[in-house]
């Protein structure tokens, strides 16, 4: 989508932080972090958000997790863990219209969020 900043990041119009790439996702770190550890996966493909994916998109977003799951404990969060968030829509917190997935990682989290 010629609107999109995580699609102009995926076209190199724009810089990111890419921590991993291949032909199909994106890993880069968050502008904005709100934890120690703070990376955004998202498809190169423009999807909305996750309500909007389609039965064409289910393996794709398995290696989306896959992948953030591998990021996160190269960034040292393997013992700890840490929180994969996708904020959705407006009720969700969503800002960025282009499906991502959030890892937060290297402090304690709250729950519930606010
Ligand atoms: P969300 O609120 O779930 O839509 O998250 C969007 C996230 O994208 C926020 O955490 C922003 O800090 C982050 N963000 C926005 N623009 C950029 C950018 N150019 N590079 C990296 N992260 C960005
Ligand atoms: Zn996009």
């Known amino acids: 989508m010629s609107n999109c900043i995580f699609c102009k990041i995926v076209m190199g119009e724009i810089p990111g932080k890419k921590i991993y790439e291949d032909d199909e ?3 880069f770190l968050d502008i904005n972090p709100v934890a120690p550890v703070h ?33 996160a404990k190269q960034q040292g969060c393997e013992e700890k863990g840490g929180r994969f968030v996708i904020n959705t829509k407006t009720d969700g917190g969503q800002t960025v219209e282009h499906l991502h ?4 990682g290297g402090r304690s989290l709250s729950w519930p969020p606010g």
């Open 25 to 27: 996702m994106l890993g």
């Open 39 to 71: 990376f955004l996966v998202i498809p190169k493909k423009h999807i909305n958000n996750i309500m909007e994916m389609e039965t064409q998109d289910t393996v794709l977003l398995g290696r989306l997790f896959y992948k953030a799951q591998e990021l």
């Open 101 to 104: 997935i959030h890892f937060l």
